[in-house]
């Protein structure tokens, strides 16, 4: 079983940043894909960046120019560096990774923007 535990969130104001950090008790030098999910209240989890093995990145056009994910394969950890921030990144968010067919989560980190 693989753990990912998630880091970095808080009560923050528009316009302002913050730094998630997401650390995998496995190694990630072979993950398939890593990636970062929110999730506001009533709302379905979605996708807001994500990260290949091969480095390609990909971001939800919400989130474009304003959030860079990165990976740190010596400390085992995903980030997600959020800039620019408005009241509707307000959300839960969510470290997952895969290995293969092997899929995880993490337990999420609140995210709240006041205006």
């Known amino acids: 079983q693989v753990q990912l535990v998630e880091s970095g969130g808080g009560l923050v104001q528009a316009g302002g940043s913050l730094n998630l950090s997401c650390v995998a008790s496995?190694?990630?030098?072979?993950?398939?894909?890593m990636g970062w999910y929110r999730q506001a209240p009533g709302k379905q989890r979605d996708v807001v960046a994500g990260?290949?093995?091969?480095?390609?990145?990909n971001y939800a056009d919400s989130v474009k120019g304003r959030f860079t994910i990165t990976s740190n394969n010596a400390k085992n950890s995903l980030n997600l560096q959020m800039n620019s921030l408005k009241p509707e990144d307000t959300a839960i968010y969510y470290c997952?990774?895969?290995?293969?067919?092997?899929?995880?989560w993490g337990q999420g980190t609140q995210v709240t923007v006041s205006s």
């Open positions: 997952r990774a895969r290995w293969g067919s092997e899929s995880y």
């Open positions: 990260l290949t093995r091969g480095g390609t990145t």
């Open positions: 496995r190694s990630i030098t072979r993950v398939s894909t």
